[in-house]
């Protein structure tokens, strides 16, 4: 989902560092984001910033991407964390625009920075290199220090005690008076301070340290303050505040916008103006609750994350509405073993006892399994090779391989109701084998043959001999159903027994010297209909067809 942001761009430097402090390179910056439909991001987001030239297009000045944590949308940061920040930009280029970048996603429009970062930069006036197009050797001159104007009264004696002169000790008589006559000391006038108390132990002025440039030949050449040239305007004053004309002032007033407002605008002299907020943008749905301009999660609707997982030998029987789990001891009561497994602990495993393991092993040419044993392994044992077979009576032996001689089963060879109708399939016996003498009405036991074989015509009045055929005629009746038809192209005709008639078998003819017939259907469709279908292979030609059922019935 599209991330969508209204955010916040801040910068601020300290007013009340020292002048030659070092601005820290860091910009602060916060947010809030939500997705394409108005819901807040929550977690970690991968945000890139890009400073440009312009609002469009333009250089890149700076990139940066950090990983933050969104907490229901709201985020903060300070640009220049991740790779450093050159405050200068700010001061080499007029505008600087940043763009923002949320997992890969572009925010449009780009959002120009203020005035704030741009001061950042007053950090080098602490450091200048020159004043006025001055530079520091320019502004080097000897000064006296008796020329030297508005020094402190308590540093005109050159040093930073406020000691008087009368309450010196230790001074030569000659100079007490202080002046230069050498009378006494005290009459001595213009003794620098680290002179007057007349020992041996001060240190000249040449190997003082710490003594500002322009004052170490103590000349009278150098000029005041006032005199100065090409001083920046908002130091003139010579105090350190900066001349904020055409900068944005700090918002005035205490805590800002009243709740229930929000900032509209900022005046010049950081006046503000508010507005209402009157949560009319977006609405909470299910499972979210709007506090002020943030969504979040209502836990009495939505399940809290589960805070702690079930120790060893529990299980999870309910999560409370804050995450708490709720455990349970499991007892093995829930599963039993069954035939050919076994249940320890919480683990079910194969009954090694009750199931044959899995044959481990082989046995080498010439060799077969005897036997194998509980955990898998074989007992081998050598082929009968050397074992010899001979053919029997009404069986043939060729090689190692057993057959059955045509013939060699006959119905002498077979017991009374050997083979009965289920050993034997349609059409296994024909009218050749009863018309030979093979089988005759003699070798069919009673009931052997009843209505049943012949209405599903397994066996029909066709393969019966006329002496089995004579032995039925008491208890049947039958007749054959005739349908003719001409044909030219692909044709369907059925023949139907009459009522109480079943249907014991069937067939097809047609009548032309000169047309061929294919008949690629020619079977029972039910137990009194016979049905053939097929196609006159000979265009434009016709072709007489009949289509015939036998039917029976019980006297």
């Known amino acids: ?15 009340s560092a020292p002048a030659m402090a070092q601005a820290p390179a860091l910009i602060p910056v916060q947010g809030f984001a939500t997705d394409d439909e108005g819901a807040p991001l929550d977690g970690e987001i991968v945000v890139d910033f890009t400073l440009y030239t312009s ?25 220049g964390l991740g790779d450093a920040l050159d405050l200068g930009t700010f001061a080499a280029n007029g505008e600087v625009w940043v763009e923002i970048e949320i997992d890969g996603e572009v925010l449009e429009p780009r959002l120009q920075f203020g005035t704030v970062p741009y001061a950042a930069w007053a950090d080098s006036a602490g450091d200048a290199q020159t004043v006025g197009g001055a530079t520091l050797e320019d502004l080097q001159a000897p000064v006296a ?66 003594v500002p440039a322009d004052l170490l030949d103590g ?30 002032r700090a918002l005035t007033g205490d805590g800002g916008c009243p709740a229930g407002s929000s900032l509209r605008t900022i005046a010049v002299d950081g006046s503000f103006t508010c507005q209402p907020d009157t949560d009319t943008t977006y609405t909470a749905g299910d499972g979210l609750l709007l506090v002020g301009g943030g969504f979040v999660v209502d836990l009495s609707e939505v399940q809290a994350r589960l805070t702690a997982a079930c120790p060893a030998g529990r299980v999870l029987q309910g999560i409370e509405a804050d995450g708490t789990p709720t455990c349970v001891a499991d007892a093995d009561t829930t599963y039993t073993a069954g035939s050919g497994l076994t249940l320890s602990g919480g ?29 898998g392994t074989v007992t081998c044992e050598s082929d009968d090779t050397g074992a010899t077979y ?13 057959s059955i001689p045509d013939g060699a089963i006959n119905s002498a060879r077979l017991a009374n109701d050997a083979v009965g109708n289920a050993a034997m399939q349609n059409n296994a016996i024909g009218s050749a084998e009863i018309i030979d003498g093979s089988i005759t009405a003699a070798d069919i036991g009673a009931n052997a043959v009843g209505t049943s074989e012949i209405t599903n015509g397994s066996i029909a009045a066709t393969d019966l001999s006329a002496a089995t055929v004579d032995s039925l005629t008491e208890t049947l009746s039958c007749t ?65 067809i009949t289509c015939y059922a036998r039917c029976c019935r019980t006297q």
């Open 145 to 210: 220090w008796g020329d030297l104007v508005d020094v402190p009264a308590d540093l005109l004696d050159g040093d930073d005690d406020t000691t008087d002169w009368a309450s010196l000790t230790g001074v030569p008589e000659d100079l007490l008076d202080g002046d230069d006559d050498t009378t006494d000391w005290d009459s001595l006038t213009g003794v620098p301070a680290d002179l007057l108390d007349g020992d041996d132990d001060t240190t000249d002025w040449d190997s003082l340290t710490g």
């Open 1 to 15: 989902m599209k991330p969508l942001m209204r955010w916040i761009l801040t910068a601020a430097l300290c007013a």
């Open 390 to 402: 001979a053919a029997g009576a009404g069986l043939d032996l060729t090689g190692t391989t057993f």
């Open 347 to 375: 683990t079910f495993s194969v009954n090694t006892a009750a199931i044959q393991a899995r044959v481990t092993g082989t046995c080498p040419a010439g060799a077969s399994i005897r036997s194998i044993a509980a955990d």
């Open 55 to 79: 609002a469009v297009d333009g250089d890149a000045l700076y990139t940066e991407s950090q990983v933050l944590d969104a907490d229901v949308g709201f985020f903060s940061t300070m640009l």
């Open 219 to 248: 000349d009278d050449d150098t000029t005041d303050w006032a005199s100065l040239t090409g001083v920046p305007a908002d130091l003139l004053d010579g105090d350190d505040e900066a001349d904020l004309t055409g900068y944005q």
């Open 480 to 544: 054959t159903v005739t349908t003719t038809q001409t044909h030219t192209a692909s044709f369907s005709m059925s023949s139907t027994c009459a009522a109480g008639y079943q249907l014991t078998g069937g067939g097809h003819n047609w009548t032309s010297g000169t047309t061929d017939v294919w008949f690629w259907q020619s079977a029972p469709t039910s137990n009194t209909r016979y049905t053939c279908r097929g196609t006159v292979n000979r265009g434009g030609s016709s072709s007489s």
